[in-house]
């Protein structure tokens, strides 16, 4: 009898076992089981895989597309009155000069401030931009023409707004919105709040709730106006080739601005966030690891019932000159078989879940009454996915690996069983 490894004849009786029936002594239900397991499994690991980088991708990309990637701001100098004045008076210098730094993509003197926002009887705290229609334009989620109404053409003539502050607000285009603020106009008797009315020319979301909720933007001019800052702005914002490597830009940058400049960059401001996220991850993918885990354990219980039903042809195997080697291969083949084509149904399945997610979030918000993603909890207006081939394949290979090793110890023990005692009472 041939003993190349894996030959067709281990193939045959190999498959043979695995589609017997429980009447010739196969184990076709505990099969199923565990080709189910593994299947499902498999399944939830690439899906969850699949959110989680969609989930760090599209909050990443909200914060890259509607903030700078770093904000240069001055150091300042100590005023009579021992407060510190931060302002950038030339602010025209410092941006062109840190534009003329390789990689830098967008230099944009800015002015903040926050206000209380008000229509008929509403209501709402924001945070009010200061910056030039050119500037503005270079905002690749707050000016984006699909999501935003309104055009920027009107920019200079009034004030926009984010979705969110429409809706708190009731706010449509055309109408007007009024802001206060408390350091307002200075006069003989103190310092009284200003109150300005805007038409809103402009309504945009950048995709984050919080955002959407809480951020207008005025022409520079006039936000300088508002805030007493004639002359002068806040910060510097700034956008670079490659965010990701921010750190190597931010000595470039400050040494462009001069003396007195400090930095602030996005991975400073969601920082913490991201690192939650990613130990989250790893904590997860931990977890489902287990759950494969215990589906490919399926595969030893359903091994050991088939090797104690076949004992008496384990027995005439070996007797005919099959190998202890042969025997087992063919049951790590059945073992193997069940987590290989588990494992590719629960790619499939994962993969279908994860490209149709849009459908079916839908359908179970639907199913359930709606309110099943709170935009103001998670911060994002819907649950993404992103399947990247390096998670597909780290599933893969943990669901095969557990398959493979898992299966060798009951093969192991097919193999070891003696042939005159497998025969002994037949």
């Known amino acids: ?26 184990v076709s239900t505990m099969t199923w089981i565990s080709l189910i397991g593994i299947t499902l499994a498999v399944a939830a690991l690439i899906i969850t895989l699949a959110v989680r980088t969609g989930f ?16 240069v701001y001055s150091a300042g100098e100590f005023k009579e009155n021992g407060q510190i004045d931060r302002a950038i008076t030339d602010f025209d210098g410092w941006a062109e000069n840190i534009r003329a730094v390789e990689g830098v993509t967008r230099a944009a003197p800015v002015v903040k401030g926050q206000v209380m926002a008000n229509h008929i009887d509403a209501n709402a705290g924001v945070q009010v931009f200061g910056m030039r229609l050119d ?12 999501t935003a109404q309104g055009s920027l053409e009107n920019y200079d003539d009034g004030i926009a707004i984010g979705a969110g502050v429409a809706r708190d607000l009731g706010l449509t285009l055309g109408e007007k919105i009024r ?3 408390p350091n307002g106009v ?21 995709g984050r709730y919080d955002i959407d909720s809480t951020r207008v933007y005025l022409p520079l001019a006039e936000a300088q106006s508002f805030f007493n800052k004639e002359g002068s702005v806040d910060e510097i914002e ?70 104690k ?36 149904a629960g790619v499939i399945l994962g993969c279908l879940f994860a490209i149709y997610i849009d459908p079916i979030f839908a359908a ?14 998670r911060g994002i207006y819907a649950l993404p996915a992103e399947l990247q081939l390096g998670d597909v394949l780290s599933a893969v290979a943990l669901s095969l690996g557990l398959s493979f090793v898992v299966t060798i110890f009951p093969a192991r023990r097919a193999a070891r069983m003696n042939p005159v005692e497998a025969l002994r009472y037949e």
């Open 1 to 26: 009898m041939s003993n190349t490894p894996f030959s067709r004849f281990e193939w045959m009786i190999a498959w043979r076992y695995l589609r017997a029936r429980k009447a010739e002594g196969g």
């Open 186 to 206: 200075k006069t003989a008797f103190g310092v009284s709040p200003r109150i300005n009315v805007y038409d809103v020319t402009y309504i945009f979301s950048a």
């Open 56 to 71: 760090r991708t599209e909050f990443v990309d909200t914060i890259l597309g509607a903030n700078g990637h770093v904000s």
């Open 364 to 377: 179970v918000n639907y199913l359930s009454g709606g309110g099943v993603w709170d935009a103001s909890v």
């Open 309 to 344: 039903n076949k004992g008496r042809d384990i027995g005439i195997l070996r007797t005919m000159g099959l190998t202890e080697g042969s025997v087992l291969r063919v049951f790590f083949l059945c073992g193997s078989l069940t987590g290989v084509v588990g494992t590719i």
């Open 238 to 307: 700034i956008m670079v080739d490659d965010p990701e490597a921010i750190d190597r830009y931010v000595p470039l940058v400050l040494a462009a601005a001069g003396e007195g400049a400090l930095s602030w960059t996005w991975q400073d401001s969601a920082g913490a966030f991201l690192r939650a996220l990613e130990i989250e991850d790893n904590v997860m993918f931990i977890i489902l690891s287990v759950l494969v885990l215990i589906a490919s354990m399926n595969i030893v219980s359903g091994l050991i019932m088939l090797v």
């Open 135 to 146: 500037d503005f334009r270079t905002l690749p989620r707050i000016a984006d023409p699909e």
């Open 179 to 181: 802001l206060i603020s």
